[in-house]
């Protein structure tokens, strides 16, 4: 099995900045992509950036600019260094993990993690 445990969340003032870390632990094989969402109240989860093992990344619009997401996979920690906050940004955080975990007798499986959440709120 493959958890992920989220750090980092806060209050901030708009303008602030904050740095959210997630590490993997667990049987590990390989993990491809790991990336970060939020959810507002009353809102959808909506993805906020993800990164590849390759250091591809993709981000919302809503964040490009001013969020940035790197990951160090020899820790299997990915980090959302986030800059220049605003009030909408005011989410729960949660890490996601994609790959493969050890599933017993020599094999490997698929698994999609997630982690428990973090909450971040931007006062103006």
């Known amino acids: 099995q493959v958890q992920l445990v989220e750090s980092g969340g806060g209050s901030v003032q708009a303008g602030g900045s904050l740095r959210l870390s997630c590490a993997a632990s667990g049987s590990i094989f390989s993990i491809n992509v790991m990336g970060w969402y939020r959810q507002a109240p009353g809102k959808q989860r909506e993805l906020v950036a993800t990164?590849?093992?390759?250091?591809?990344?993709t981000y919302a619009n809503s964040v490009k600019g001013r969020f940035t997401i790197s990951r160090d996979n020899a820790k299997n920690t990915v980090y959302l260094q986030m800059n220049s906050l605003k009030p909408e940004d005011t989410a729960v955080y949660y890490c996601?993990?994609?790959?493969?975990?050890?599933?017993?007798?020599?094999?490997?499986?698929?698994?999609?993690?997630w982690g428990q959440g973090t909450q971040v709120t931007v006062s103006s």
């Open positions: 990164i590849t093992s390759g250091g591809a990344t």
């Open positions: 996601n993990a994609v790959g493969r975990y050890y599933s017993g007798g020599g094999y490997s499986s698929d698994f999609g993690s």
